[in-house]
């Protein structure tokens, strides 16, 4: 059983969809997708924490939310270290986006209508506490605006409302930047250089704001599953991760591609931790 914490059609589930055959040939076991959305992925997250460790259950993640939200919301009950990493299978930069009518045309014309309407432009994203939620906190405290955040519990409903016009902008993953992108206005994108999928859209860095938000996703099990059933799983997420097909399947679908086993993951994290510790505390958010 696969655990997503967010709803179908989002990030979470795309990899997982297209992971699902390699591992269930891999491990010669169904791989089941449940999903428990809610709290940004915090309610899923509890949920793992709590199963039984036989190595039967597992769950999708996502990181900064997994480090962010035990850090600041009082209601989650689970912690980081509660959890293996099992594999990091992809990430996604974070971009900015506008509703194709909006009349704002570039970061910078975003930027000056945010400044001459404080307060009054909606920027939806996944959830509190994370990384769409800390993009939007980032981009506000860098650029001296102040925009309203809206959450969602996936990115399928973050892409329905943009394009619907419910919301004017969102800091949403690369992968719906490029699956919308003749439905939308991409602005910025948050990865160090330009996407080769996105080649015509700046990075912030480029705009003169110094961001680089980013979504890693993968899988992951309760830390007490033995350790030889969490040789077993990384081996078949590395092993699925490797297919030249799947990692092709993720380019197209807008994601950057990644082939990490537990103890890379692990340093991942721990780098990742760091830069979220110290954006903390210097925006000042408490728990």
Known sequence: TYMNPFNP??????????MQPYLEKILAQPFVITYVPGAGGGLCW????????????????????????PMFMKDVTYKTDDFVILSIVEYTPIGLAVKKESPVNSFREFVDYAKANPGK????????????????????????????????????????ALLGGHIDAAFTNSSLLVTSRDQIKVLAIGSAKRMPQLADIPTFEELGSAMYPRIARGAMAPKAVPEEMLKVLEKAFLQTTSQPEFKAKMENAGFVPQVMGI?????????EAVVITQLAQEFDLKK
Not at 9 to 18: F, H, N, P, Q, T
Not at 136 to 155: A, D, I
Request: aromatic letters at 10%; charged letters at 15%.
């Open 9 to 18: 059609g989002g990030e979470v589930d795309i990899a997982a969809r297209a």
């Open 46 to 69: 509890s949920k793992l924490a709590a199963v039984k460790p036989d190595g039967y259950t597992i769950g999708g993640f996502s990181i900064p939310h997994i480090i962010l939200q």
């Open 121 to 160: 432009i909606t920027c939806g994203g996944v959830g509190k506490f994370t990384g769409h939620h800390f993009a939007t906190l980032q981009f506000m405290k860098l650029s001296g605006t102040k925009v309203n955040y809206v959450t969602f519990q996936g990115t399928s409903e973050v892409q329905t």
């Open 263 to 271: 103890a890379e993951s692990r340093k991942f994290l721990e780098a």
